[in-house]
């Protein structure tokens, strides 16, 4: 047959495509995971941009946020402890930002373990005292509503990681197969 259009030396034959289309169509395989490095992770295959990345995601900016909020008044009290606040601001942002675009389990473990981290350490700091350095070691921390909001951000963040986590493995297909 020949073919309909050229454009730039590159062939379009209507029929050709018709026929490829058709063939897609009756096979569902083109459905079913791709593991080509192209929107899915080959390590893990959560889609980038999969619903249940985007809602980690802004979960994890609302904890950020929330730091950068707070920030200032850290610094006021210690340099180490506005630079806490501030780094976990900057990883959860780098999170939020990488589990979209180029989700992987590292990815995803990484974002579990240190937001866990950042709950371990509000929970020291509240119950304990702070722990560690700065003129306020020992000192037991009040409880304000910035604080119980990130803390309560970071906990659904954690559990929501660990869901994504535990559901590819029990499965053994990733959440997209199933759905």
């Known amino acids: 047959m020949l073919p309909l259009s050229t454009l730039s030396g590159i062939s379009l034959d209507v029929a050709s495509q018709h026929e490829a289309d058709n063939a897609t169509r009756s096979d569902p395989s083109h459905l079913a995971p791709t593991w080509n490095g192209r929107g899915k992770s080959a390590e893990y295959g959560w889609p980038a941009g999969h619903p249940i990345l985007w809602v980690g995601a802004l979960i994890s900016l609302v904890a950020a946020s929330i730091h950068v909020l707070v920030t200032p008044e850290h610094f006021q009290e210690w ?101």
Do not use: C, K
């Not at 954690?158 to 297909?173: F, I, K």
């Open 79 to 179: 340099w180490g402890y506005g630079v806490f606040f501030l780094v976990s601001a900057v990883l959860q942002a780098v999170f939020a930002l990488v589990v979209i675009g180029r989700p992987s389990r590292a990815v995803l473990i990484a974002g579990l373990v240190g937001n866990l981290a950042i709950v371990a350490m509000w929970v020291v700091s509240r119950s304990s005292g702070v722990p560690f350095f700065g003129p306020n070691v020992g000192e037991i921390e009040e409880i304000g509503v910035h604080d119980i909001v990130a803390t309560a951000a970071e906990i659904v963040l954690v559990l929501l990681l660990a869901y994504a986590l535990v559901a590819r493995n029990r499965s053994g297909t990733t959440m997209i197969a199933d759905a």
